[in-house]
């Protein structure tokens, strides 16, 4: 990983500032894109020069912008002269019971969650090429079990599964494409997750019977980038057992 260099998309809070922190702690150069987040990217950004000077790198960018995201690639790229990696991990969430589903929800959860993933990755290929990089993509274990009023977010991190696939088949040999699925990781800030009731009934259904945390997803992301050579197209759950608990 030393000097390696890292795109992560809304990398500056949650899961994304905790994989971001670990990339780095391991040596890699980060280039971290936000949206609205700019306090948040500022603070990790300040966090993580402060350990190693000129290694973090911020870019702003609207991922349902479909002209921005090769000029995310680009800028990117002229940080460090490079790129090593791409982290897929930027994801608007929100629930779209089937009667629900708009237009403008299936743009932005469709634009977020697959689109953005798809035309980063093609913007990237060149460069990830060049480096022989790798790409992991954040999806979720609700790809195998349908997430109830979530018809469009489903969908979409479905299609993220697939194009993890597609696009190992498509950047082979070259370039490795692998994913992450995490289970009850971090709650959702709004929606049925703020109930504890509900919480607790996830909780439950894990076989671990217990939440994880951020960095069991930093881990997985750093192993596929850092020690995972041979492996390619595949979908690790992060999961405590949920996707296979009966």
Same mark, same amino acid.
């Given at each position: 990983?030393? @000097? ?25 150069? &980060? ?5 609205? %987040? ?5 603070? +990790?950004?300040?966090? +993580? ?5 000129? %290694?973090? /790198? +911020? $870019?702003?960018?609207? &991922? ?23 982290? @897929? @991990? /930027? ?20 634009? %977020? @969650?697959?689109? =953005?993933?798809?035309?980063? %990755?093609? =913007? ?14 954040? $999806?979720?274990?609700?790809?195998? #079990? ?16 697939? &194009?993890?696939?597609?696009? /190992? ?6 370039? #490795? ?7 009850? $990781? ?12 509900? #919480? ?25 980038? =850092? ?20």
């Amino acid at each position: 990983m030393q @000097n390696k260099v890292i795109l992560i998309t809304g990398g500056a809070k949650r899961v994304g500032a905790t994989i971001c922190r670990r990339l780095h702690t391991h040596g890699a150069k &980060l280039v971290i894109h936000y949206h609205s %987040s700019i306090e948040e990217a500022n603070a +990790l950004q300040r966090e +993580l020069n402060q350990q190693r000077e000129n %290694s973090v /790198a +911020l $870019i702003q960018a609207d &991922l349902l912008d479909h002209k921005q995201l090769p000029d995310l690639v680009e800028s990117s790229v002229q940080q460090f002269g490079q790129l090593d990696g791409l982290v @897929n @991990n /930027a994801s608007s969430f929100f629930a779209t019971p089937l009667d629900e589903c708009t237009q403008e929800s299936w743009n932005d959860l469709i634009g %977020s @969650n697959l689109r =953005a993933p798809l035309f980063l %990755s093609q =913007a990237a290929s060149p460069h990830l090429k060049k480096q022989r990089g790798c790409i992991v993509n954040i $999806i979720d274990i609700h790809t195998e #079990r349908p997430l109830k009023n979530y018809v469009i977010y489903n969908a979409a991190k479905g299609g993220l599964l697939t &194009l993890t696939r597609s696009l /190992a088949v498509e950047m082979a040999p070259e370039v #490795r494409v692998n994913g992450v699925s995490p289970g009850p $990781i971090l709650w959702p800030e709004t929606g049925k997750w703020t109930d504890e009731a509900e #919480r607790q009934a996830t909780i439950a259904g894990t076989l671990l019977k217990r939440c994880g945390e951020p960095d069991d997803i930093a881990k997985t992301v750093y192993f596929l980038i =850092a020690d995972a050579p041979y492996i390619t197209g595949q979908v690790i759950a992060v999961d405590g057992g949920r996707s296979i608990a009966l």
